[in-house]
């Protein structure tokens, strides 16, 4: 009898490595193209106008970008914590909260030097970002409290924190029943490039990738978060503190997800407002796992991942509905995930023998 | 308050809690098989559009749950066969079965986006304990889904407890290893639970969509499969608690629509993180004490290979 | 009694990445026997079983059980087939009760479970073999030995004629080994089978009825009881063929620098893993720790490199109470480590070769420029290290789990010996390794030793310690029993010890 089974690698399969997410990709597209076809559009149309909309013009790649610097710089807070296996899914939470303290400087500070605003808010949104790692971090290190629902958990309340700030007492009294806050002076404002919506926040997620990458490549604390990512064990050999790293890694990364919220304030809405982020904490978690937490990587498949908001947006025309972005995403990561054995596992065909 | 705003409050929390116990009764048969899935907000968005479809198009509601029920089990079964079959991360594969079902739900039902359903559940009037005064209106006039889904809750808990399906089930969810040492098929107890969990899930989406709303809104669960998935720890993985959280969680819901009109002024923004403060403090507790009964399966969120060495 | 083999397996191979566990094997009980398989570590005596057991499926070979040949695809089948095996680690729910544990998986039982009910029939079966357990009481209550009895139980409800025991009394006091070994007697009186893996030659002595001897994979010998003692047995299981080359010898050791008194270490699931322990390290010798794995000789190595806590006593170095000190000081006083784990403690599996040399470095000034690693410092300390031990690799950007057994010793040793160790401890050092690699190993053990440092090395073949070491200090579950001179001994003296069963007179 012939049977597909499974055989442990020795090695993790760096071809695999490459191929599997190209793969999952392409045949999330080829998926959807069934999808479409199935539910009676015509998918050439819908990919092409998708295309289009994304990458087909000037205009259209800098609204891409605009998308993609919130996934790039929340996509990197949240590998730094996943390279330590710590399951932060709390991005959309913390960029609620660097939101919330970049805004509430904005709006104290009113006008001024923008060399001066500006790094005061960036400050406050990494310290409130921080603060709301800080907290899971603490509970995983010296308790080992389940960090996936706490993340999870405070993203609610970040957002209804938030709703509520907008709603109430931060609400601009001029915005006609909207839930807004008055917008900010110019000094709190990001500088644009040309007449676009790309904002010096393109700059600041490069600067944090380099950072990062430094950071973890070439700095001690960096070896060590990557000692103890691989193995506990050989990092207690090694002579180092595991708990103390837990919480620092889950406030660096809720701090850069915090600059996130800082970045879409200052450098898009303007302002505090209801649905901040439409959910690019979680996205961002699709492009972690995509660019398999590698820092650059993150930087092209968040753009990767940008252009798919956008071009969801643009299919919306030919009568598609936006949601067909989720839908890729989504199938992107399963077939992603479903993919990941192959780097752990050879599919092999083997005669089943007489025992 | 009155008695007629209290009875109105409380009965508005049997039907708030109604979609939450369900999911959450559904995610804790996957939890103690040991797979966690992440993905329940997902279902019940699936769950929910396809009974709305189903129904409006057949005019059954009956059928509508039926379809509801199969989305629900189609998309646990994506859970299972990457989680289970290919060893795949479960955290993140949770994660992809939300932002997936949240498309395609809002994919499929852009065409009904506001429409109204037409089709009614007929509330049950119980004779005789219907007519109770106070209590009545609280406990015996609601549609049959409601009854139904306590039914379902204490049928599991005597499923998990009482019985040897619920013995294997636990024992697969604790300690894989030992399951299998007993002959007992760990993947196969793990996936049926996972696509019955998830067949619980979209009966508790289709549960908004067709009663509670009653209409077809994206992202009309706004957040209960996560709630869902706080109750199976809140709940200390038992369905008895579940089922006074999940009405605990719904009357909190319920309260919320409630309290402005009642010239009551805590913020309604605050009111509404409590469900997940209560959680976080509950998972607080609960992993800090640590008692004998009340911790997750322990094989939780592990994948099984038999011959890892 | 019957002569018909109640199992027969014949011609099984098996291989895990980088071992063969099993070459070629041949196996047979007969009903009613109490059978011992009898091997050090690692000699794939529980692979074997775990076939039987269904649990591993056999590259090849054929399986016959009760003259049919059978495909044990899994452990469902084998229990169909009346085998039950019972393994070091226990595979009990710890949150379910006895009873629970008993019932579960069996079709015996109704759909309903009724505590009352599965407790009476679990009483009922303990009666009748001997051994009593409260069925109410949840197995994470219970000491291990009650919980084996649990498990045998389990075999019993499943009505199980054979059973597998895998090293069934090293976690039992020796009460409970008189105990076990009664139950054992009634089992065979009843017609059962019972295969017993061991490396207790006095256990076997007192119970086997015949016993198969595995060494490297391969079955050595088999024979009736009768015609064995403990002699042949012992050379069966740990002599090699080959005859040892006696070791340069001609140590000088100096002053002590080591001393360890009274120490008491926690083992991982809060057990006393080591006992009052008590001895001395002087420079330029190496002390050998010989035992049987898990006598508490990982715990003791642990503990005097900084990476467990010691309950009580001291370990002075060169004078000073260091019990305190945490791995970093302990390395910087020049005590090295080698653990036992190559992969996933001595050596972080998916970093780079470059990476892992500094893993117990890392901090040092001299791999820094400013706040950064300087790489091209490190890269050519890794260089260096891979000429100065000779490890053979394509590059050394590779994550070092693609370096063979051999390579990734050297590299651990060397990054160990690079340091300038004053006391060295290593852990199974040549585990693994084949001739020319464990050759390897062992001259730059004895350049160090010459070189006037301390070595505590810790091994589990006999003529190792005859090889290489100064003297040997037995482990027999967590005190050390005797320290003896290595050329005033012989392996069956310390085997002896190693197993218990010390040898009035010898």
Avoid at chain 1, 59 to 71: F, M, N, R
Wanted: some cysteine; proline content about 3%.
């Amino acid at each position: 009898m012939l049977k597909l089974k499974l055989i442990r690698r020795e090695n993790e399969s760096t071809m695999a490595r490459l191929i599997v997410p190209v793969l999952s990709i392409i045949m999330a597209f080829g998926c959807g193209w069934i999808f479409l076809a199935l539910s009676g559009y015509l998918p050439a149309v819908v990919f092409a106008k998708m295309f289009n909309g994304a990458l087909g013009s000037p205009y259209a790649i800098s609204e891409t970008i605009v998308k993609a610097v919130p996934l790039m710089v929340a996509g990197l807070a949240i590998s730094l914590a996943f390279r330590m296996k710590l399951w932060n899914i709390g991005a959309e939470g913390q960029i609620y909260m660097g939101a919330f303290a970049a805004s509430g400087m904005a709006l104290a500070l009113g006008n001024g030097s923008p060399y001066v605003i500006i790094p005061i808010m960036m400050i406050a949104a990494f310290a409130a970002g921080a603060l709301w790692g800080l907290v899971p971090g603490l509970l995983k290190a010296y308790w080992q409290v389940n960090e996936t629902i706490i993340t999870l958990m405070l993203n609610y309340v970040a957002i209804y924190w938030v709703d509520y700030l907008v709603f109430g007492p931060w609400k601009d009294p001029n915005s006609m029943g909207f839930p807004l806050t008055p917008i900010f002076s110019p000094a709190a404002q990001l500088p644009t490039w040309g007449d676009s919506r790309v904002h010096l926040g393109l700059l600041l997620a490069g600067i944090i990738a380099i950072v990062f990458y430094l950071v973890v490549q070439y700095t001690r604390w960096g070896y060590e978060v990557r000692v103890m990512g691989e193995s506990s064990q050989a990092a207690k050999y090694a002579g180092m503190n595991v708990a103390k790293n837990i919480m620092l890694v889950m406030m660096v990364s809720g701090g850069i997800a915090g600059i996130a919220g800082m970045i879409e304030v200052a450098g898009i809405t303007h302002r505090l407002q209801q649905g901040v982020s439409p959910g690019y904490g979680y996205t961002a978690i699709i492009v972690a796992w995509l660019a398999r937490l590698n820092p650059f990587a993150i930087i092209i498949v968040a753009f990767l991942f940008g252009a798919l908001l956008v071009g969801g947006f643009a299919v919306q025309i030919v009568g598609v509905s936006f949601s067909i972005t989720q839908i890729l995403q989504g199938t992107v990561l399963f077939f992603l995930l479903a993919g990941e054995i192959f780097l752990r596992y050879r599919l092999v065909l083997a005669r089943e023998e007489a025992v | 308050m009155d008695n007629t705003a209290l009875s109105a409050l409380l009965a508005a929390t049997m039907i708030a809690g109604t979609p939450i116990l369900f999911a959450a009764a559904g995610e804790l048969l996957a939890e103690r098989s040991g797979i966690l899935n992440l993905g329940v907000e997902g279902m019940m968005l699936v769950g929910a559009a396809f009974g709305f479809i189903c129904t409006l198009s057949t005019g059954n509601h009956w059928l509508g749950l039926l379809a509801a029920l199969a989305g629900g089990g189609f998309m646990a079964s994506i859970h299972g066969l990457i989680t289970i079959t290919l060893r795949g991360n479960q955290v993140v594969s949770g994660l992809a079965l939300t932002i997936f079902g949240s498309g395609l739900s809002g994919f499929l039902g852009k065409s009904y986006q506001g429409a109204p359903m037409l089709f009614k559940f007929e509330s049950l009037h119980v004779p005789v304990l219907g007519n109770i005064p106070f209590l009545g209106p609280v406990l015996f006039r609601h549609d049959p889904m409601v009854y139904l889904c306590i039914l379902m809750a204490a049928a599991m808990w005597y499923l998990l407890y009482k019985t040897r399906w619920g013995l294997t089930i636990r024992s697969v969810g604790e300690n894989p290893q030992a399951a299998d040492a007993v002959g007992i098929n760990v993947g196969r107890v793990r996936f049926l639970c996972t696509i019955v969990g998830g067949m619980m899930a979209g009966l508790g989406g289709a549960y908004i969509s067709l009663v509670y709303a009653p209409t077809w809104q994206e992202n009309m669960t706004a957040g209960r499969g996560w709630i869902a998935v706080a109750l199976v720890i809140f709940a200390l993985w038992n369905p008895s608690r579940a089922i006074i959280g999940a009405y605990l969680f719904g009357g909190i819901e319920a309260l919320t629509f409630r309290l402005q009109t009642m010239g009551i002024h805590i913020s309604s923004f605050f009111l509404a993180m409590f469900p997940y403060i209560a959680t976080i403090v509950v998972l607080v507790l609960v992993t800090i004490r640590r008692r004998q009964d009340a911790g997750a399966p322990e094989a939780l969120g592990l994948a099984y290979d038999r011959e890892e060495r | 009694m019957n002569r018909f083999p109640v199992i027969e397996m014949k011609g099984i191979s098996k291989r895990f990445p980088g071992v063969i566990a099993n070459d070629n094997i041949s196996f047979r009980v007969y009903p009613g026997e109490i059978h011992a398989l009898l091997g050090e570590n690692g000699a794939g005596k529980s692979t074997l079983m775990s076939i039987l057991a269904g649990l591993y499926r056999p590259d090849s070979g054929t399986i016959k059980v009760k003259g049919e040949v059978i495909r044990l695809h899994s452990p469902r089948k084998a229990l169909e087939e009346g085998i039950g095996m019972i393994y070091q680690h226990f595979r009990l729910v710890n949150n379910f009760t006895v009873a629970e544990n008993i019932v579960l998986g069996s079709k015996h039982v109704n759909w309903g479970i009724k505590q009352e009910r599965i407790q009476k029939e679990t009483r009922e079966i303990s009666h009748n073999y001997g051994l009593e357990i409260n069925p109410a009481v949840r197995v994470n209550q219970l000491s291990l030995g009650e919980q084996q009895r649990v498990e045998i139980l389990k075999m019993l409800y499943r009505g199980c004629d054979i059973l597998i025991m895998d090293e069934p009394t090293t976690v039992l006091t020796p009460g409970e080994v008189k105990e076990l070994f009664q139950v054992l007697r009634i089992m065979s009186r009843q017609g059962k089978s019972i295969v017993l893996i061991t490396h207790k030659l006095n256990e076997v002595m007192e119970i086997a009825d015949y016993v198969t001897v595995l060494r490297r994979g391969k079955v050595v010998g088999d024979d009736r009881i009768e015609n064995l003692d403990e002699g042949i047995l012992t050379r069966m299981m740990v002599a090699r063929e080959v005859v040892y080359s006696q070791a340069q010898r001609d140590s000088s050791p100096g002053g002590v620098i080591l001393n360890v008194d009274n120490l008491k270490i926690q083992g991982d699931r809060g057990n006393i893993a080591v006992h009052e322990v008590s001895f001395n390290l002087r420079r330029g010798e190496i002390m050998a720790i010989a035992g049987v794995a898990g006598n508490g000789q990982r715990e003791l190595v642990e503990a005097l490199a900084g990476l467990r806590k010691a309950v009580s006593g001291s370990i002075e170095y060169e004078g000073e109470e260091i019990k305190h000190y945490d791995a970093k000081s302990r390395i910087a006083l020049g005590i090295n480590m080698v653990p036992e784990d190559r992969i996933g403690m001595g050596l972080v599996p998916n970093l780079s070769v470059i990476d892992n040399s500094i893993l117990r470095s890392y901090y040092k000034e001299e791999f820094y420029s400013g706040w950064f690693l300087n790489y091209n410092k490190i890269r050519s300390y890794t260089d260096r290290i891979i000429n100065e031990y000779n490890i053979v690799l394509s590059d050394s950007n590779h994550p070092v789990n693609y370096l063979s057994g051999g390579n990734l010793q050297k590299l651990l040793l060397g990054r160990e010996i690079d340091q300038k160790p004053r006391v060295l401890l290593a852990s199974y050092p040549i585990r693994g390794l084949d001739v020319a690699a464990a050759e390897g190993v062992y001259d730059l053990l004895l350049k160090e030793r010459d070189k006037g440092t301390a070595i505590l090395l810790v091994l589990e073949d006999l003529d190792d310690i005859f090889r290489i070491a100064d003297r040997v200090a037995v482990m027999y579950q967590g005190f050390i029993r005797k320290i003896l001179d290595v050329e005033k001994t012989s392996i069956d003296e310390i085997g002896s010890i190693m197993v218990g069963t010390e040898l009035a007179g010898v």
